[in-house]
């Protein structure tokens, strides 16, 4: 399968689930929605090997388990578990190589970004204005790369990171 069928099933699914959310087709939405998801996962743009979309695959669940221990409180317990999946990403990420380690931290945070946007509209029909609006936001999403991810990231910190210093 080669690229521009995954973004094409990718698509479909995503405009399967946003129907579904507005109410035009039958359903609730979220086993669209879900595949919607699985076909984002899936579709990164470019070919993959078998054994590197093994590698991002396991990267991305170590950075999700990660994300999931690493959050206040638990005790003693938790904090070995969560040192224990630092040191396993790191060693995924050593033996990996930054590419893969790349695309593993973009297909995440497109992941969280979509779900996000999906349990926006989960409880009530979307208007048409809004399945516009979130078609728009889905293809953004979709044709983000890395290094527009990183360029995002690095300007929301410079705008944090003025916002906390001290007024002179």
């Known amino acids: 399968m080669s690229?521009?069928?995954d973004t094409t099933a990718a698509?479909?699914?995503l405009r399967r689930a946003v129907e579904q959310l507005c109410g035009d087709g039958p359903g609730d939405g979220s086993e669209a929605a879900q595949e919607a998801v699985q076909a984002l996962a899936d579709g990164s743009g470019k070919a993959w090997t078998p054994e590197q979309?093994?590698?991002i695959r396991a990267m991305v669940d170590q950075i999700?388990?990660?994300r999931d221990l690493n959050r206040p409180g638990g005790g003693w317990w938790r904090r070995r578990r969560e040192r224990?999946?630092?040191?396993?990403?790191v060693n995924m990420m050593m033996a990996s190589g930054p590419e893969l380690l790349n695309?593993?931290?973009l297909r995440h945070w497109k992941n969280h970004a979509l779900v996000e946007l999906m349990l926006k509209f989960m409880d009530t029909a979307m208007k048409q204005d809004e399945t516009v609006e979130t078609l728009a936001r889905i293809e953004a999403l979709n044709a983000v790369t890395y290094e527009d991810y990183q360029r995002a990231k690095k300007a929301?910190?410079?705008?944090?990171q003025k916002r906390a210093e001290p007024i002179r």
């Open 3 to 5: 690229g521009d069928d």
């Open 11 to 13: 698509e479909a699914s």
């Open 84 to 89: 224990r999946a630092r040191e396993r990403l």
């Open 64 to 66: 999700r388990k990660l």
């Open 156 to 160: 929301l910190a410079d705008r944090e």
């Open 103 to 105: 695309e593993a931290e």
């Open 53 to 55: 979309e093994t590698q």
